[in-house]
């Protein structure tokens, strides 16, 4: 496990410093969506270019559910 202050430097050691490297970030439900935005900005800020993963298998249940809030009468 990495800590968010530690990211980029931990990133620019692991090869190369080619910044045009793709980082993969995936997350499930129980990460909080504002910890989640918080290391997508520490990639941003650290020039790096991310791509989201997605679940293979995504329960029907979570398919049905409303993006919102607000769920549509």
């Known amino acids: 496990m990495v800590k968010r ?3 980029i ?3 620019d050691a692991a090869g190369e410093p ?3 490297r793709l ?8 990460v909080p969506y504002g910890d989640l935005m918080d290391v997508l900005e ?5 020039n790096y270019r991310m791509k989201l993963v997605t679940l293979e298998g995504v329960p029907e249940a979570a398919q049905a559910a409303p993006l919102s809030g607000n769920p549509k009468p």
Do not use: P
């Open 5 to 7: 202050v530690d990211l």
């Open 9 to 11: 430097s931990t990133l």
């Open 18 to 20: 080619d910044k045009e």
């Open 23 to 30: 980082v993969f970030v995936r997350a499930d439900r129980a």
């Open 42 to 46: 520490i990639l941003r800020k650290g």
